[in-house]
């Protein structure tokens, strides 16, 4: 194993728990984060809404929560297809060297 690896495997290990993890993650797909946000303030509009009894808007909100739910797993799937592709590109460039 080289040094190279070994240090990423240590940073990956001391970076794996906590909320540097969280933010980190947060960084490098900020989509994510904005769809899930965004999902967690349409339930609560719903579930406000229905509790009052106005059905029509909790209904409406519920239907936007599916649409927020799709955009943050498009953005999850694709945040993770491009950062495999960055990673694979990296390690191709370092072979090549």
């Known amino acids: ?9 240590l940073e990956f ?5 906590g909320w540097r993890r969280v933010v980190k993650k947060s960084k490098e797909q900020p989509l994510v984060v904005i769809g899930t ?5 349409t339930l609560l509009g719903a579930s406000l809404n229905l509790r ?10 519920l239907r936007y929560r599916i649409y927020a739910q799709t955009f943050t797993l498009v953005a999850l799937a694709g945040g993770s297809i491009y950062y495999t592709s960055m990673r694979e590109n990296k390690e191709t460039q ?4």
Do not use: K
Request: negative net charge; aromatic residues 4%.
């Open 13 to 17: 290990n001391e970076d794996r728990g």
């Open 94 to 97: 370092g072979t090549a060297v």
């Open 37 to 41: 946000l965004a999902t967690v303030a």
């Open 52 to 61: 009052r009894g106005n059905r029509v808007v909790g209904q409406q909100m």
């Open 1 to 9: 194993m080289s040094s190279a690896a070994y240090n990423e495997d």
